[in-house]
């Protein structure tokens, strides 16, 4: 048993208080030998019989042992020279430096220099579990060999004397580098099987998960609209925090199209980080599309290289998002990084923060792709703001406990409408003139007083708020019926108070739930809203839409986002939750919720073709969650109409996992109008599951990243149904098999793009363990698309030298 101490060492100089001492905890317990005081290190020798000779020369004979560091040499014969520190053994020769072993008959090294050779040698490396076998190995000093007619694998050997691996490397050349953490393999084969699968003249792979430059493992795939696709990636490490990775992909119906993608985090603490991420995708001639130039970029960044100013902290944000022609979201919605949506935003935006106050500078640009073959399918595009200001003043615990707030806001709306407008003068029943809206200048002043009472056992707080816009209307207001009696009025004012309350309690017991105990509690809630009616109905909106039915925006004051419309409301919400709390890990095991609002006037303002709120009590919404266990986890939402008797919405979810890599997402969602019709119903299901032992051992596994072991199969999918029409909206299948050094995956993809349009594709892709994949990136959409999905193989802790110790 070996027992290893560290001690700290004090620094020399006057420390400045400013600058205290910065400690990283760390799991691996690393050491760093240096050339000098490897020299001094002692050499412990230990065999059989030993003959000293002179001129420093010690021959040692039966079972000599020689230690010195972090090297161990084993042989039936030593023959070393302390004067120049050079080591010859014969027979059985075994030697471990730093975890990694060589055994062999013959080996002549300099023992500090770790320079020599060693002949007819296997091998085994600590960092990948790499093995295999050599005609010869050169030591060119501690980081650096080469292996002559070398085999390189993973696969870890089996009892029986007919084994062979798998998959190896057999190669003229390997060079290993561990200061890189790097192989270079020269003249060499891929064999799998038995079998040639890839000629490799030369081509490095990694030693570890640390990044590398250069090529990455090619991808193959096929769609049915683009044919066969081949892509051949190559990652350039341009520094510890900077990359850039240069994809050419090849379609056999399409052409070639680059994709680049940059990364770079700058910065050091105390400063915010300074980071980005650019992306840009480029097709010179596509062939589906008349030969067409097509291209799409994304470029996100975040921070600024000195984040201090005027006393405060300013922070800088950047998201372009364009392409390149309205087609560009059918064409390469599977293929492209981008996921490219149908709407587009860019922005850029510069902020200001010192304590209580806060400024910010932005402007937002759209770009709207809209469908060509469909023109029922067309986006009216949204407004941009060029540019919009705010500002917001906020104060905590004011004289008597009062919170205070101030927001400002101005913004420069614009959008092209032309289309919209022209629909609408031509067709007055047309729902298009509701968008025919004109650009304009709005301010907006918000400021709000609240005074929270807090208690242990509950709260009450009541709040004012006064909310003030105006409008300045280029060339005013149309002429479409939607602006009946303002048609071109240029400019418009609303001010709007609003009183609220909001109370609530908690209560506690002790209690049991499914033979378990639990503390229970009871928090009913209870808030009051009144806001006086202000017309502001034949207002353009522009930014206003209504809040989702949900428990937070029941107990909120106005019932729309944005600042185009404030509800005129006089109503009371009532609600209750009730949680199941572990006593001892403090785990929420249950939530149980309930809500229903009592209109006590008709809400009369609405957004654009909506009808009013009639008084009376709303719909009733309930809401469940359960995770009474590890392996189960269900939730629920419902909202219950009373007066129709009808169900407007549905939402029933839930999770079983009862251990690693066994999972079942599944959720049902339904959606009514007023009258009872099925408006929505969705089902999604979602699973990765062992096709082998598919009950049993639901607890062991090799440790995270490892799977359940070798030789299993695995299915993976989802599968998002409308049951309306029966279709798929999205749908993946794919199975896995994991034979301990290599995985496949096969997954076949679905994707309805539109209407009579759906693109689908396969994916195939061999895993090497601890050398690389080959294939299409299947791991990649698993990942995006099964919920909870875990790789059978991911990047684990480098091991420590340490764990080869001897």
């Known amino acids: 048993m070996g027992i290893f101490g560290g001690h700290a060492a004090a620094q020399t100089g006057t420390a400045s208080e400013s600058a205290p001492l910065i400690l990283r905890s760390s799991s691996l317990l690393q050491e760093v030998i240096t050339p000098n005081a490897r020299k001094e290190l002692p050499t412990f020798l230990e065999s059989n019989k030993l003959n000293e000779q002179a001129s420093e020369q010690t021959q040692l004979e039966g079972q000599v042992t020689l230690r010195r560091g972090d090297i161990l040499l084993k042989a039936d014969q030593v023959e070393y020279n302390q004067a120049d520190d050079f080591a010859k053994a014969r027979g059985?020769?075994?030697?471990?430096?730093?975890?990694?072993?060589?055994?062999?008959?013959?080996?002549?090294?300099?023992?500090?220099?770790?320079?020599?050779?060693?002949?007819?040698?296997?091998?085994?490396?600590?960092?990948?579990?790499?093995?295999?076998?050599?005609?010869?190995?050169?030591?060119?000093?501690?980081?650096?060999?080469?292996?002559?007619?070398?085999?390189?694998?993973?696969?870890?050997?089996?009892?029986?004397?007919?084994?062979?691996?798998?998959?190896?490397?057999?190669?003229?050349?390997?060079?290993?580098?561990?200061?890189?953490?790097?192989?270079?393999?020269?003249?060499?084969?891929?064999?799998?099987?038995?079998?040639?699968?890839?000629?490799?003249?030369?081509?490095?792979?990694p030693l570890d998960d640390e990044r590398k430059s250069g090529l990455l493992p090619p991808s193959f795939g096929a769609d049915n609209i683009g044919g066969l696709e081949y892509s051949q990636p190559y990652y350039w490490n341009l520094a510890p925090n900077r990359d850039i990775t240069f994809t050419p992909t090849y379609w056999s119906q399409?052409?070639?199209?680059?994709?680049?993608?940059?990364?770079?985090?700058?910065?050091?603490?105390?400063?915010?980080?300074?980071?980005?991420?650019?992306?840009?995708?480029?097709?010179?001639?596509?062939?589906?599309?008349?030969?067409?130039?097509?291209?799409?970029?994304?470029?996100?960044?975040?921070?600024?290289?000195?984040?201090?100013?005027?006393?405060?902290?300013?922070?800088?944000?950047?998201?372009?998002?364009?392409?390149?022609?309205?087609?560009?979201?059918?064409?390469?919605?599977?293929?492209?990084?981008?996921?490219?949506?149908?709407?587009?935003?860019?922005?850029v935006g510069l902020s200001w923060t010192n304590g209580f106050v806060s400024t910010t500078m932005r402007a937002q640009k759209w770009q709207t792709l809209q469908d060509l073959a469909n023109v029922n399918n067309r986006i009216t595009p949204p407004f941009d703001r060029l540019p919009q200001l705010t500002a917001r003043i906020q104060r905590f615990n004011?004289?008597?406990?009062?919170?205070?707030?101030?927001?400002?806001?101005?913004?420069?709306?614009?959008?092209?409408?032309?289309?919209?407008?022209?629909?609408?003068?031509?067709?007055?029943?047309?729902?298009?003139?509701?968008?025919?809206?004109?650009?304009?200048?709005?301010?907006?002043?918000?400021?709000?007083?609240?005074?929270?009472?807090?208690?242990?056992?509950?709260?009450?707080?009541?709040?004012?708020?006064?909310?003030?816009?105006?409008?300045?209307?280029?060339?005013?207001?149309?002429?479409?019926?939607?602006?009946?009696?303002?048609?071109?009025?240029?400019?418009?004012?609303?001010?709007?108070?609003?009183?609220?309350?909001d109370a609530g309690m908690a209560f506690e017991r002790e209690s049991r739930l499914f033979d378990r105990g639990w503390v229970q509690t009871l928090e009913p809630r209870i808030f009051y809203v009144n806001t006086p009616y202000r017309e502001q109905n034949y207002l353009p909106n522009y930014d206003s839409g209504g809040n989702a039915f949900n428990f937070a925006s029941l107990f909120t004051e106005n019932a729309f986002g944005g600042h185009d419309r404030i509800s005129d409301s006089n109503l009371l919400t009532v609600g209750a939750t009730s949680r199941f709390i572990d006593p001892e890990t403090g785990a929420e095991g249950a939530r149980f919720g309930v809500a229903q609002r009592l209109r006590l006037k008709e809400q009369r303002v609405t957004l654009p073709d909506e009808p009013t709120a009639q008084t009376g009590l709303s719909d009733i919404l309930a809401g469940a969650t359960l995770n009474l266990s590890r392996s189960w986890a269900l939730d629920s939402t419902v909202q219950y109409d009373p007066n129709t008797d009808n169900f407007r919405r549905r939402i029933v979810g839930g999770r079983y996992k009862p251990g690693s890599y066994r999972v079942i997402n599944a959720a049902w969602r339904t959606e009514n109008d007023a009258l009872g019709n099925s408006v929505s119903q969705q089902l999604?299901?979602?699973?990765?599951?062992?096709?082998?032992?598919?009950?049993?051992?639901?607890?062991?596994?090799?440790?995270?990243?490892?799977?359940?072991?070798?030789?299993?199969?695995?299915?993976?999918?989802?599968?998002?149904?409308?049951?309306l029409t029966k279709k798929p909206v999205e749908s993946i299948l794919g199975f896995e098999y994991d034979a301990g050094c290599w995985l496949s995956r096969t997954v076949i993809e679905r994707q309805l793009i539109a209407d009579g349009l759906a693109r689908q594709r396969i994916l195939f892709q061999l895993e090497f363990v601890g050398l690389s994949r080959l294939g299409t990136n299947a791991i990649g959409s698993l990942r995006n698309n099964v919920p909870r999905y875990q790789p059978l193989r991911q990047p684990a802790m480098t091991p420590s030298r340490f764990g080869n110790y001897e």
Request: proline content about 6%; charged content about 20%.
């Open 92 to 205: 059985n020769v075994y030697v471990n430096r730093s975890g990694n072993i060589y055994q062999g008959p013959e080996l002549n090294l300099y023992m500090d220099a770790f320079e020599g050779f060693f002949t007819q040698p296997n091998y085994r490396l600590l960092k990948n579990k790499a093995y295999g076998t050599a005609s010869r190995i050169d030591f060119i000093d501690p980081s650096h060999s080469v292996m002559h007619n070398a085999s390189f694998t993973t696969c870890q050997r089996k009892p029986g004397p007919d084994w062979m691996p798998d998959w190896f490397f057999r190669a003229d050349k390997i060079a290993i580098d561990t200061d890189r953490n790097v192989g270079l393999v020269k003249g060499g084969s891929l064999q799998f099987k038995g079998l040639p699968l890839l000629p490799v003249p030369e081509v490095d792979f």
């Open 398 to 501: 004011l004289i008597g406990g009062l919170d205070f707030s101030l927001d400002g806001d101005f913004t420069r709306f614009s959008s092209a409408r032309d289309i919209d407008c022209a629909t609408a003068a031509s067709n007055s029943s047309s729902k298009l003139f509701y968008n025919c809206a004109p650009n304009a200048d709005r301010a907006v002043s918000w400021a709000q007083l609240s005074r929270p009472f807090v208690t242990p056992y509950g709260y009450f707080t009541p709040k004012l708020q006064l909310h003030g816009r105006s409008y300045q209307f280029d060339g005013g207001l149309p002429t479409t019926l939607f602006y009946s009696g303002h048609q071109g009025q240029t400019s418009a004012g609303i001010t709007t108070p609003t009183l609220s309350l």
């Open 254 to 347: 399409r052409g070639i199209k680059l994709n680049t993608e940059f990364r770079y985090l700058e910065g050091l603490a105390p400063q915010p980080p300074f980071q980005g991420l650019m992306r840009f995708d480029y097709m010179e001639s596509d062939k589906l599309r008349e030969n067409k130039r097509r291209w799409s970029m994304n470029f996100a960044h975040a921070g600024l290289p000195n984040s201090y100013y005027a006393g405060g902290m300013l922070g800088f944000g950047l998201n372009i998002n364009r392409a390149s022609d309205d087609n560009y979201w059918k064409d390469f919605s599977l293929s492209n990084t981008l996921g490219v949506q149908r709407l587009m935003s860019s922005d």
């Open 684 to 723: 999604d299901l979602g699973w990765q599951w062992p096709l082998h032992d598919l009950w049993g051992g639901v607890d062991s596994h090799d440790g995270l990243g490892r799977g359940l072991g070798e030789g299993r199969w695995y299915s993976v999918a989802r599968f998002n149904v409308d049951m």
